[in-house]
């Protein structure tokens, strides 16, 4: 079965230095989600990603992040300037619609800021 | 504004029984509902959904019930196995929207005990 792939696992930075995490959905999805989950929080929304564009953002998706998709099959959020508080799990997930279809997740890449 | 709520952070159940969980919402434009399994170290993974156009939807041991009057979802399992253990967690989502984001609950743990 095709899943969605998480590139790191683990990533561990210094504060106020930019990460990239990678996402590889799956490759008939054309709707593209990143969230997040802090240690014993929910999970939570940053963005959504259609068309090569940015569909819908959350509060918490402010100038210090970015998303792109670079190439047909990657997808990508950059954290610039990062900051203790944005240390969580961070999940990439796909969908073949927008709704009354499942969003499919990868496993996560956990961020950790020191 | 918690727009999705589980109440109960855990739920134990003995194998064979029947577990239930369940899940409110506040927000009127929800007319999407799933349920998520998380288990530790990997990404949400799609367990049953149902349309606010039903009531009810079933899917082997799942079955999901949806009371929109009182905006209350619930997830049973019948019968209940150790495997199940897991996080589940409740999402939510509008059609109306460009993004079909979805607004996770809480989550609740639930342990099945052999």
């Known amino acids: 079965e095709p899943e969605v792939t998480q590139t790191p696992s683990h990533q561990v930075t210094q504060m106020g230095q930019e990460v990239i995490l990678r996402c590889v959905p799956i490759s008939n999805h054309l709707y593209f989600y990143w969230y997040r989950q802090i240690l014993g929080q929910k999970v939570e929304f940053l963005v959504s990603?259609?068309?090569?564009?940015?569909?819908?953002k959350s509060e918490i998706f402010d100038d210090q992040f970015s998303v792109e998709r670079p190439d047909g099959s990657n997808f990508t959020l950059k954290i610039r300037s990062t900051k203790l508080e944005d240390s969580a799990m961070y999940f990439c997930?796909?969908?073949?619609?927008?709704?009354?279809?499942?969003?499919?997740f990868g496993d996560g890449t956990r961020l950790s800021i020191l | 504004d918690q727009q999705v709520k589980q109440n109960s952070p855990s739920l134990s159940v003995q194998e064979g029984r029947i577990s239930i969980l369940n899940c409110d919402y506040t927000?009127?434009?929800?007319?999407?509902f799933l349920w998520y399994k998380k288990y530790p170290a990997e990404g949400p993974t799609f367990l049953i959904s149902?349309?606010?156009?039903?009531d009810k939807n079933e899917d082997g041991r799942f079955t999901v019930f949806l009371n929109k009057s009182a905006k209350h979802l619930s997830l049973h399992i019948v019968p209940s196995q150790p495997g199940d253990s897991a996080v589940y967690f409740c999402a939510a989502s509008a059609a109306g929207t460009n993004a079909g984001k979805s607004t996770f609950g809480d989550g609740t743990t639930l342990t099945v005990k052999p």
């Open positions: 149902i349309s606010s156009i039903k």
């Open positions: 997930a796909s969908s073949a619609a927008r709704v009354m279809l499942p969003q499919h």
């Open positions: 990603f259609y068309n090569n564009e940015i569909s819908e």
């Open positions: 927000n009127s434009m929800f007319d999407y």
